[in-house]
């Protein structure tokens, strides 16, 4: 009794406990534990690229029970798995779990993990629970199983092979009622004395009803049926419709498995009349269904004949215990040496109520489900809700810290300013000098950036500029030579004839109407300059700016330094076009006629 009992409850254990297991981890149970407290365990692991990736936490309550499971790789050995994830059963440098110390009514405090995972017991196999017992030759050890559930084994001994069995089930019913009538119905027996068990057939008896007899009996009732298995409930009608002026018949059916639908098809008996009219018009097309394709001689006068969902003759017997079915093909006959009678079927009927009656089952199985799914709903969304609401507080709890914090440090920061002003006042001013901070140290970062990327080319720019002015110039082809060689490297320099954020200072600045203006600014002993006359510019339009770039101009003054963009004009000759007249100032101060697209303004 001692043993039945302990495999009871390590049963009751393990059924509780047959979370769904993620694929990563082995099916087999190694051990089953116990929560001692509500805690809510942290898990962090380290990422490829470097840093700490933080998991979802998991909440678990004082009572769980979790399974210990091995794992298919080879970095961490052993995993326990609840209903709400699965977690390592010890930390490694590179996988942290961690309880969260102020989660929970009792304070877990300097506990660590292994603190509150209590009482682990290994799992039995099938095999060892049934093997640990030796019992007398006299005795009937009746073993009963589960279809829904793999983990529990229900045992009995008694003297008496049915009682036996009567008791074994009636024990597996019992410790399965919390879970519903399904889990209940899937209680079997397994074996008896160590052997497979199969249940004794059911000897069939008595005759079937007449056909007339027949269609009335299905006409008036819905049938349920054990076939293969399932409870298919069977629904026969009769519909009535216009055809050509006349009435005509047609025999449907329906099958159902609880409120489901499943199937349906048509169905027919003997010669049936399709219409009222004595006399066929053979000129007028009428589909033939009188006639029984292939009927199987045994079955020809007291069945009907379905087809659709169930391709199947059938039969019900008088003593409303059972049916029998033969199957058929379609167009043809069965084959004639088969052996008829080992073909045919028999099912057990499971319920025979009226056609009314039925409906109203239905009926109220639906209110019944539909009740059953707001239940789990309401269940569900109030589980949900708590979850939330524990998410919510522990949220609520980390920004109220956050918050304390920043709320500290901006009142220290405001006592610095003025103690008399009001918070809401101090808020204002600390965000906008934080915006305005921000702008200032993005604006200082992007024109770093710029300088720096332009930086280089605008050192060499002016390096092969003076080097070309500080040459000696004795005579006109000196200075050509030295000339064309400077406007060459600067050309070659120059990627598209474009420059990008070049640092220089404004040497004068005019704005006309229209968008129009006239600049002149110095990088060294280099200037770059629009042109300062509207009809010289006709081919050029340097003068002319985008409102953007007028609004900069309106803000500008001499002697600012500024960051300019824009682009060359290449001449005939290929080099870039200057206002200087004369060669000696071309090399010695030159001016470049300059396009400007942007000029901003340095602080």
Same mark, same amino acid.
């Given at each position: 009794m001692k043993k039945l009992l302990g495999?009871?409850?390590?049963?009751?254990?393990?059924?509780?406990?047959?979370?769904?297991?993620? *694929?990563?981890? %082995?099916s087999e149970i190694l051990e089953v534990c116990k929560v001692t407290q509500?805690?809510?365990?942290?898990?962090?692991?380290?990422?490829?690229?470097?840093?700490?990736?933080?998991?979802?936490?998991?909440?678990?309550?004082e009572g769980d029970r979790l399974t210990v499971h091995k794992s298919k790789s080879k970095t961490i050995k052993k995993w326990y798995n609840s209903p709400n994830g699965s977690f390592p059963v010890k930390s490694t440098h590179f996988h942290k779990v961690y309880l969260d110390k102020d989660y929970g009514k009792k304070k877990?405090?300097?506990?660590?993990?292994?603190?509150?995972? *209590?009482?682990? %017991?290994?799992a039995k196999s099938k095999t060892q629970q049934v093997t640990e017992s030796t019992l007398s030759e006299k005795n009937y050890t009746v073993i009963v199983l589960n279809k829904n559930d793999d983990l529990v084994v229900i045992k009995r001994v008694k003297p008496n092979k049915k009682k036996a069995i009567a008791e074994a089930l009636k024990n597996c019913k019992l410790f399965y009622e919390p879970y519903g009538k399904a889990m209940q119905d899937a209680c079997y027996v397994d074996s008896i004395n160590g052997k497979k068990y199969s249940p004794p057939k059911k000897k069939w008896t008595g005759k079937p009803l007449k056909t007339k007899k027949l269609v009335s009996f299905i006409l008036n009732n819905a049938i349920t049926i054990d076939y293969d298995g399932k409870k298919e409930s069977y629904i026969f009608k009769t519909v009535n419709y216009p055809c050509n002026g006349f009435v005509c018949s047609k025999y449907i059916y329906e099958v159902r498995e609880g409120i489901k639908l499943v199937g349906k098809g048509n169905w027919m008996f003997e010669k049936m009349i399709l219409s009222n009219r004595k006399n066929k018009d053979k000129s007028k097309y009428e589909a033939d269904l009188s006639n029984f394709a292939n009927l199987?001689?045994?079955?020809?006068?007291?069945?009907?004949?379905?087809s659709g969902y169930r391709k199947i003759y059938l039969q019900v017997y008088k003593n409303q215990d059972r049916v029998s079915t033969y199957a058929w093909v379609p167009g043809s006959f069965e084959d004639p040496k088969k052996n008829k009678k080992g073909d045919q079927i028999n099912r057990e009927i499971l319920n025979i109520a009226s056609s009314k009656d039925f409906e109203k089952q239905l009926e109220q199985i639906e209110l019944v489900e539909l009740e059953k799914q707001k239940e789990l709903k309401q269940k569900k969304k109030a589980e949900e809700k708590k979850i939330t609401e524990e998410k919510r507080i522990a949220e609520e709890k980390k920004i109220a810290e956050e918050k304390k914090i920043a709320e500290e440090k901006r009142i220290a920061e405001e006592k610095k300013i003025a103690e008399e002003k009001k918070i809401a006042e101090e808020k204002k001013i600390a965000e906008e000098k934080k915006i305005a901070e921000e702008k200032r140290i993005a604006e200082?970062?992007?024109i770093a950036e710029a300088l720096e990327a332009s930086k280089k080319t605008q050192t060499k720019f002016i390096k092969i500029t003076q080097t070309a002015s500080s040459k000696e110039k004795y005579n006109e082809t000196e200075m050509n030579k030295t000339l064309n060689n400077r406007n060459e490297d600067l050309v070659k320099l120059i990627n598209n004839n474009e420059i990008n954020f070049w640092e220089a200072k404004v040497v004068k600045i005019?704005?006309?109407?229209?968008?129009?203006?006239?600049?002149?600014?110095?990088?060294?002993?280099?200037?770059?300059?629009?042109?300062?006359?509207?009809?010289l510019d006709l081919l050029y339009e340097t003068m002319t700016a985008s409102d953007s770039l007028f609004e900069n101009i309106l803000e500008i003054n001499p002697n600012d330094k500024v960051l300019i963009s824009g682009s060359f004009f290449i001449n005939n000759e290929g080099f870039f076009e200057q206002k200087n007249l004369f060669k000696k100032s071309m090399l010695d101060k030159p001016v470049f006629i300059f396009k400007f697209s942007k000029i901003e303004k340095i602080e």
């Open positions: 495999i009871m409850v390590l049963g009751f254990l393990l059924s509780s406990n047959a979370y769904a297991i993620p *694929k990563w981890l %082995k509500d805690v809510k365990i942290n898990q962090k692991w380290e990422g490829n690229s470097g840093g700490w990736i933080k998991g979802n936490p998991i909440f678990l309550k877990v405090g300097k506990k660590k993990v292994k603190d509150v995972i *209590k009482d682990c %017991k290994k199987n001689i045994k079955l020809k006068k007291n069945s009907i004949k379905l200082e970062k992007r005019k704005t006309y109407s229209q968008n129009k203006f006239f600049i002149s600014v110095l990088i060294e002993s280099i200037y770059f300059e629009t042109f300062d006359d509207p009809s």
